[in-house]
Nanobody, 124 residues
């Protein structure tokens, strides 16, 4: 499974961005997909995840109400819509895929495949 993240960039505080993660190979619709981020000097942290059939989502408290994760299994793509961005959202964002049928899906080790990351910078 290969994952290609895109959509990052520079945006002012209060603005929006939509990240995309295109997958190739594997059985995409059976994978839980997640987004993580890593700010400079900090550890990678969980942002959001979505189940294979998109019937379950979960968000980190820091982004709840501002970010929306979604997926289009026909296009084998997962999205992260980011609204009301804050400077503290600045980070490299990674998408990840888990082939496991169960788990919290909130930890890095829950995931088997990772994209290369896309950088998001929010200016104040």
């Amino acid at each position: 499974v290969q994952l290609q993240a895109s959509g990052g960039g520079l945006v002012q505080a209060g603005g929006s961005l939509r990240l995309s993660c295109a997958a190739s190979g594997g059985r995409f619709s059976s994978y839980t997909m997640g987004w993580f981020r890593q700010a400079p000097g900090k550890e990678r942290e969980f942002v959001a995840r979505i189940s294979g059939r998109a019937d379950s989502t979960y968000y980190a408290d820091s982004v709840k109400g501002r970010f929306t994760i979604s997926r289009d299994n026909a296009k084998i793509t997962v999205y992260l819509q980011m609204d009301s961005l804050k400077p503290e959202d600045t980070a490299v964002y990674y998408c990840a895929a888990s082939v496991n049928p169960w788990g919290s899906f909130r930890l890095s080790y829950d995931y088997d495949y990772w994209g290369q990351g896309t950088k998001v910078t929010v200016s104040s």
